[in-house]
């Protein structure tokens, strides 16, 4: 059975008290659940929360460079995220495509630097709200994810997980409905039958993001191409977020 795993996305937010007040929290609660949970706190955090993790969180950056090492100031690479022990790095998060105009191909290239540095892509992908309302929305995520994924090969692409994150749900309160979310999973693992193979296809998680929170986590989860979640608000609070994690 694929990994279900839910990742909290904390973004810019924390100052240090805080960040290390909810990461013992989170680290000292028992959780019970079947899913894999991840935090992705600034990456300032990361060394820290790696040397004093218990088994029950995994590490992930909120960026990296697409280059291996070198003279890129202010950047930090894909190996050294691995050498503290991070093990994912989400790739093409809506926010850093528009404010920092990240495209397809750089994407691309993060996720090679990643692979090759035995970091998982959490690869994000998702429509606007024009585009939601235009129809033209699975053409958008096709081509997101074909143009930065589909070079892979297929044990490669095993290795990445996918975030469907539709850009009018982050951050607004705005959900898709649990259909809505099915509908582009499962469109999304289509593609990869098509591309790989069903057996590659029902390997690779698929994560919705969006306003994901305690109240619908459970109904969206439920679906069958829905593997998790994404979380960006309710994971800066340590009761829904707890409550996300155990929706499984
Ligand atoms: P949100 O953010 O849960 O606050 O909508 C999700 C994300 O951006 O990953």
């Known amino acids: 059975m694929r990994k279900r795993i839910v990742a909290g996305n904390w973004k810019m937010n924390l100052n240090n008290s805080d960040a290390q007040a909810l990461f013992e929290s989170l680290n000292s609660n028992k959780i019970v659940s079947s899913a894999e949970v991840v935090i992705a706190p600034p990456s300032l955090y990361l060394s820290e929360f790696a040397s004093k993790k218990g088994q029950q969180i995994c590490l992930a950056a909120q960026n990296c460079s697409d280059n291996d090492n070198g003279a890129y100031t202010g950047e930090v690479s894909a190996s050294m995220l691995y050498s503290i022990g991070v093990k994912y790095c989400l790739v093409g998060h809506s926010e850093r495509r528009q404010y920092q105009n990240e495209s397809d191909v750089l994407l691309k290239q993060k996720v090679n630097v990643l692979l090759k540095n035995k970091v998982v892509p959490i690869f994000c992908c998702g429509e606007s709200l024009d585009k939601r309302k235009s129809g033209d929305f699975f053409q958008v995520i096709q081509a997101q994810i074909e143009n930065s994924l589909f070079h892979l090969t297929d044990s490669e692409i095993k290795e990445v997980v996918i975030a469907y994150e539709p850009i ?4 607004t309160g705005l ?14 693992r289509a593609l990869l039958v098509e591309k790989y193979s069903l057996q590659t296809a029902e390997e690779i998680s698929i994560l919705y ?3 994901c929170k305690a109240s619908n986590a459970k109904e969206l989860f439920m679906n069958r191409d829905v593997d998790g979640g994404l979380i960006g608000g309710a994971a800066l609070d340590l009761d829904s977020f707890l409550a996300i994690i155990e929706s499984f």
């Open 168 to 171: 009018w749900a982050i951050g």
């Open 175 to 188: 959900t898709a409905s649990s259909d809505q979310a099915q509908e582009i999973h499962a469109f999304i």
């Open 209 to 211: 993001g969006g306003s």
